[in-house]
């Protein structure tokens, strides 16, 4: 995903000079190209992430939007302060796009796994938060995110994450995009668990089940009215790379009680049971309960009942 973002900003940027790309020291060979081919619009503002927000939310003050690129936590919780006061509550257009979501950089500890950042920066004012299923995602949401003016987080993956949208997705605010159909349920999913989300929908095929799998990359806007025929359907299941607390379950439960929906909904995120483990993302994946299996044991406990 990072790379697939990083391509469609530099040629929108090519474009457009009022495009921004700031790093906190991070991104080398990734970002090089952006670098090299438009030095007076990338901006490295070494390891001080408080000092690089209050930064990008003064150039974006001007009419600038202002991409501030980093690892996980770092772009996020390390300069929370900063995102509240100069960016939200001045409603500055500065897009926040942290990589590594969730546990995609499991080796390095928990300092670098993302669990928390959708919860806080949802609770924010006038912050958008984006979260691409797949680089066919990551492409279309990007010219989006260039496009709006509202202070956005768009949270991405590490790399290599696989194409899960078999044609174009839809991209507007709000949107669900159902790449597959099923009448018995739904699994929705925000982000690179997708993958999961689509392997678990193939194992219930097996078991005479029929559910459809749909990506919410917009967390802070939620289509009612596909979640309302989603829950006539059948239970919905809520899978994200995340703690349960505050996150992209968290969100959907908001909106269905604000609508008074009624229905089945169950959610398969990060139980954070293993903090002081290490490993790669699908390790960590199913040592903290986000599983194929989970999703499958989840769904057919909720159709019983």
């Given at each position: 995903?990072?790379?697939?973002?990083?391509?469609?900003?530099?040629?929108?940027?090519?474009?457009?000079?009022?495009?921004?790309?700031?790093?906190?020291?991070?991104?080398?060979?990734?970002?090089?190209?952006?670098?090299?081919?438009?030095?007076?619009?990338?901006?490295?503002?070494?390891?001080?992430?408080?000092?690089?927000?209050?930064?990008?939310?003064?150039?974006?003050?001007?009419?600038?939007?202002?991409?501030?690129?980093?690892?996980?936590?770092?772009?996020?919780?390390?300069?929370?302060?900063?995102?509240?006061?100069?960016?939200?509550?001045?409603?500055?257009?500065?897009?926040?796009?942290?990589v590594g979501a969730g546990y995609a950089y499991g080796s390095q500890g928990y300092t670098h796994h993302a669990l928390e950042d959708i919860a806080v920066l949802r609770a924010l004012p006038n912050m958008e938060v984006i979260v691409p299923a797949d680089p066919i995602e990551t492409h279309g949401l990007t010219l989006a995110v260039i496009a709006s003016s509202k202070p956005t987080y768009l949270r991405l993956g590490k790399s290599n994450e696989p194409e899960i949208h078999t044609t174009p997705p839809k991209?507007?605010?709000?949107?669900?995009?159902?790449?597959?159909?099923?009448?018995?349920?739904?699994?929705?999913?925000?982000?690179?668990?997708?993958?999961?989300?689509?392997?678990?929908?193939?194992?219930?095929?097996?078991?005479?089940?029929?559910?459809?799998?749909?990506?919410?990359?917009?967390?802070?806007?939620?289509?009612?009215?596909?979640?309302?025929?989603?829950?006539?359907?059948?239970?919905?299941?809520?899978?994200?790379?995340?703690?349960?607390?505050?996150?992209?379950?968290?969100?959907?439960?908001?909106?269905?009680?604000?609508?008074?929906?009624?229905?089945?909904?169950?959610?398969?995120?990060?139980?954070?049971?293993?903090?002081?483990?290490?490993?790669?993302?699908?390790?960590?994946?199913?040592?903290?309960?986000?599983?194929?299996?989970?999703?499958?044991?989840?769904?057919?406990?909720?159709?019983?009942?």
């Amino acid at each position: 995903m990072r790379d697939t973002f990083v391509k469609t900003l530099l040629e929108a940027a090519k474009y457009d000079p009022n495009i921004i790309l700031m790093t906190g020291d991070l991104g080398y060979g990734v970002l090089d190209t952006f670098q090299t081919e438009l030095p007076s619009q990338f901006i490295n503002s070494g390891v001080n992430e408080q000092a690089m927000m209050g930064m990008a939310a003064g150039y974006a003050s001007t009419g600038k939007r202002v991409f501030v690129y980093s690892i996980g936590n770092f772009p996020t919780l390390r300069c929370l302060e900063q995102i509240r006061n100069d960016v939200c509550l001045m409603n500055n257009p500065v897009v926040i796009v942290s990589v590594g979501a969730g546990y995609a950089y499991g080796s390095q500890g928990y300092t670098h796994h993302a669990l928390e950042d959708i919860a806080v920066l949802r609770a924010l004012p006038n912050m958008e938060v984006i979260v691409p299923a797949d680089p066919i995602e990551t492409h279309g949401l990007t010219l989006a995110v260039i496009a709006s003016s509202k202070p956005t987080y768009l949270r991405l993956g590490k790399s290599n994450e696989p194409e899960i949208h078999t044609t174009p997705p839809k991209i507007s605010v709000g949107v669900i995009n159902e790449i597959k159909t099923g009448t018995d349920g739904t699994l929705l999913f925000a982000g690179s668990v997708g993958v999961l989300a689509v392997a678990a929908a193939k194992e219930l095929e097996t078991q005479g089940i029929s559910v459809a799998v749909a990506s919410m990359p917009f967390v802070s806007t939620i289509d009612l009215n596909y979640l309302s025929s989603a829950l006539v359907k059948g239970p919905v299941i809520v899978i994200e790379e995340h703690a349960y607390r505050g996150g992209v379950g968290s969100a959907v439960l908001e909106a269905v009680n604000s609508a008074n929906l009624q229905g089945s909904i169950g959610l398969i995120a990060s139980d954070q049971s293993n903090l002081s483990q290490i490993g790669d993302q699908n390790f960590l994946r199913v040592a903290n309960g986000i599983s194929t299996e989970k999703i499958v044991q989840k769904f057919n406990a909720l159709k019983v009942n």
